[in-house]
């Protein structure tokens, strides 16, 4: 059953809305009432998440500040603002590479960072009391194999999170994390196709199973409605039970 939620007459951004959560974001937000500015890399997919959902489309690379600045600058305020761009270059502990971990870092939470922080600079202008939702992953709150650069990644969105509850709670704004478990998005379901890889996994998740899209989206709406009114500085996990050890 889809929860529903009305969003109706607020602006939204979602940053990495070309596919995966990101996109089912901006279409569920768009369908809910609000008018949403759609994020990412790729055009081609922003252009046919317009014509599907009424969506505004922004070509953006989040992991250039300069471009990110320019685009930023240009908006007006938003009531919500979701963070759900991100990368994974996996590599072993004892194999990091300078370059990725700069690589994973400058977009998961460098970028994260610079969104939130100018969009609520802009919220606070407007006098806009908003909420701010950063996508993490329960990365960000247990080690996983060969993700060091992404657990890093990750646990820096999470402290992210935190400061800006301090900093933006007196004006109003509420900032928050969810932190998901394996998604299964279209490309997160080749990768776990493999029943041996996803048996080690599903191991640890007292559910027994992975998370389907909309069981990520519905928490990340709930942040953004008045229904978490007095919910900030939160990393919810949404990982059927995995780090409860």
Not at 98 to 124: G, H, P
Not at 159 to 176: D, F, K, Y
Not at 216 to 241: E, K, R
Request: proline share 4%; with cysteine; glycine share 6%.
């Amino acid at each position: 059953m889809t929860t529903t939620f009305d969003f109706s007459g607020q602006r939204a951004l979602v940053t990495g809305a070309s596919s995966g959560i990101g996109r089912a974001v901006a279409v569920r937000l768009a369908q809910s009432g609000a008018a949403v500015t759609a994020v990412g890399r790729n055009a081609a997919a922003l252009d046919t998440l317009h014509a599907e959902a009424g969506c505004t489309p922004l070509t953006v690379d989040v992991a250039n500040p300069a471009e990110l600045e320019r685009a930023l600058a240009a908006l007006p305020a938003f009531d919500l603002v979701v963070n759900c761009a991100g990368i994974a270059l996996l590599e072993p502990a004892l194999d990091v590479q300078a370059e990725s971990f700069d690589a994973v870092m400058a977009v998961n939470a460098r970028a994260a960072a610079l969104v939130a922080s100018r969009c609520a600079k802009a919220m606070i202008a407007a006098g806009v009391r908003g909420s701010i939702v950063n996508v993490s992953s329960q990365a960000a709150l247990v080690a996983l194999d060969a993700h060091l650069c992404y657990c890093a990644s990750k646990a820096a969105m999470d402290a992210i999170t935190r400061s800006l509850c301090l900093e933006l709670g007196p004006h109003g704004i509420r900032v928050n994390s969810v932190n998901p478990t394996v998604t299964l998005t279209p490309m997160a379901e080749q990768a776990w196709a493999d029943p041996a890889k996803s048996a080690a996994a599903l191991r640890n998740i007292p559910l027994g199973r992975f998370a389907q899209v909309d069981e990520v989206v519905a928490p990340i709406l709930f942040l953004l409605s008045d229904g978490a009114s007095m919910v900030s500085g939160a990393a919810l996990p949404v990982d059927g039970g995995y780090t409860i050890v």
